[in-house]
Every structure is written in structure tokens, then in C-alpha cells.
């Protein structure tokens, strides 16, 4: 059964009080100031005794924020951020404290591929101490960068198996069409790639979290539960 936020809090008592697992839903596109409140309410006075710990267990589902993820005693979550990120050209890098990679405090997303080099956030556009930080990463996660040139080619062409198109067919037939052709297989240019170091990030995330159960602590003042 599913709790869904929003739903009289009744319907979650039942849940409790009748299955070992449950679900939370209803939050996908919901802001982490509106789902915060409401998942204190819900952990806090419904899902934990007395001593912080869950009666049942529960499941998140479209959990996309790491400071939700790891400030309630999940017992599971689902979330597609690693794949849509991926898709974005970007990839999850942890914050780094004193050479320990930090995965449960949020992360950084970089923008990876050349199309979109312009960014920001791009690789390329990183301050220098980032970038250095970003790089040890995937050099210590075994993923190369890859390397990418960029053509204007007459639309009659046949991509090769290491080319691509990265841009719609323009609608004038005389116009020419950018191709990408991919000099070494890497983050940049490989989704595949980027999706695999994404779901690491998660996994990783994961070994670093207490076994469930693991508690809510009670604030001082008794004014509600914290980890």
C-alpha cells in the first residue's frame, strides 16, 4: 500500500498498523521545502517509536534528493535522476574532505559533454581546484574523458560507426549538418558511460549509510526527530 502526500494521515495508521511495508508517493516534482515537513510529520509522529526506530519498513518512491534520502530511515528508495542526468550529458561527482570522497552530503553535477561546453558548469569551465577534484575522481573511478571533434558535413552523408548526428536535420537540404565523430570513447561522448559512473555514485552512497533500522534521534527539547 501506498501513502500519498496529501491523503488524510488516517490512511497511513492503517498501513502501519496492518503491513510490514509501505510506501510513500506523490513527491515526484514536489520541492524539498514541502516534502520535508511533511516526511517529519510522517517519520516522526507515524512511522518511529518511541525511540526513534521504524515499525515498518518503507519505501520512497521518486526520491531524487540525498538530504531526504539520508535524514529518514528508508528502507528503499527509487529515483531516475542517475539516468536522466546521464541522458543531460552531465555526471554526479561527491564533494572530497581530506582525500575521503563524501557521498551523502549531496554531490556536484558536471556537465560533460562538448555540445554543451558553454555551460557553467561544463568541465571545461570549472574554477581550477574543482576541476582537479573532478578529475581525480574519475581517474580513481577508472572512466577516461574521452575525446570529441565536431564537422559541418553535406546531410547526404552516412555516418560512420564511430560518427553521429548531434543536431536535427535542418530543413534547407543545402544547409550542412553538424557531426560528431568520437576519437576516444569517454564521459564526453558515451552515455553508457555516464550512466554507469551515475549509478556507482548511488551505490556508493548507499555503503555509506547505518543498516536498517537505523533511528531517528530526538532532538533536544523534544521538538521532533533528527538522524
Known sequence: PVFHIGEPFEYLEYYINHYNY?????????????????????????????????????HGFGLT??????????YSVDSSTWIKVAVMGTVMVPYLRQGKW????????????????????????????????????????????????FEKVPQSYEPKENERWVEKKPEDPNEKRLLEIIEELGLCNCY???RKLNILFFQNLQKCLPKWPRPLKIKKGGRGFEL
Open 102 to 149: 563524501i557521498y551523502d552530503e549531496g554531490c556536484w553535477i558536471v556537465c560533460m559533454t562538448e555540445r554543451r561546453k558553454k555551460e557553467k558548469y561544463h568541465i571545461a569551465n570549472l574554477p581550477l581546484l574543482k576541476r582537479k577534484v573532478v578529475l581525480k575522481y574519475f581517474e580513481e573511478m577508472g572512466f577516461p574523458l574521452g575525446k570529441s571533434r
Open 192 to 194: 553508457d558511460l555516464r
Open 22 to 58: 509501505i510506501g510513500l508517493g506523490g513527491m515526484v516534482g514536489k520541492s524539498k521545502q514541502t516534502l520535508s515537513p511533511w516526511l517529519d510529520v510522517v517519520f516522526g509522529k507515524y512511522v518511529c517509536d518511541g525511540k526513534g526506530y521504524p515499525k515498518v519498513k518503507v
Open 65 to 74: 534528493s540525498i538530504s531526504l534520502m539520508v535524514k529518514y530511515p528508508w
